[in-house]
C-alpha cells in the first residue's frame, strides 16, 4: 500500500505560484496513473490534473494553462506547480496514487494523504 504525503501549500496572493509535492512510500507509483485534487470549501472534491506513467497529462478547464503536472518516478514523487493563482483555487489539495478510468470517469481507488491547504487571498 502506498503511503501519501502532500506538501508546499501556504497562503499566497492572487497572481502568485505555489509548487506543491506528493511524495509516496511503501511502494512504487511509476506504473500508476497519479492524479491531484482539490477539495475547496462547501463543494465537492474535484480532479484537477492527472498524470499517466508515460507522462500524458490532462487539466481541469478551470487550470488549464495555469497548472501543471510532473513526475519524478525515481523520486516517487509527483508534483503540481500552480502559477496565475486565483481566489477560486483556495481548497485542500490531495493527491491519489491509482487512479482509473471506468465509465467514461476517473476514479480513485488509491489510499489518500492528509492533503495540503492552498489558500489564495489580499
Known amino acids: 500500500q502506498v503511503q501519501l504525503v502532500e506538501s508546499g501549500g501556504g497562503l499566497v496572493q492572487p497572481g502568485g505560484s505555489l509548487r506543491l509535492s506528493c511524495a509516496a512510500s511503501?511502494?512504487?507509483?511509476?506504473?500508476?496513473?497519479v492524479g491531484w485534487y482539490r477539495h475547496p470549501p462547501g463543494k465537492q472534491r474535484e480532479l484537477v490534473a492527472y498524470?499517466?506513467?508515460?507522462?500524458?497529462?490532462n487539466y481541469a478547464d478551470s487550470v488549464k494553462g495555469r497548472f501543471t503536472i510532473s513526475r519524478d518516478n525515481a523520486k516517487n514523487t509527483v508534483y503540481l506547480q500552480m502559477n496565475s493563482l486565483k481566489p477560486e483555487d483556495t481548497a485542500v489539495y490531495y493527491c491519489?496514487?491509482?487512479?482509473?478510468?471506468?465509465?467514461?470517469?476517473?476514479?480513485?481507488?488509491?489510499?489518500w494523504g492528509q492533503g495540503t491547504q492552498v489558500t489564495v487571498s489580499s
Open positions: 491519489n496514487a491509482d487512479l482509473r478510468l471506468y465509465g467514461g470517469n476517473w476514479h480513485a481507488f488509491g489510499s
Open positions: 511503501g511502494s512504487s507509483f511509476s506504473t500508476n496513473i
Open positions: 498524470i499517466t506513467n508515460g507522462g500524458i497529462t
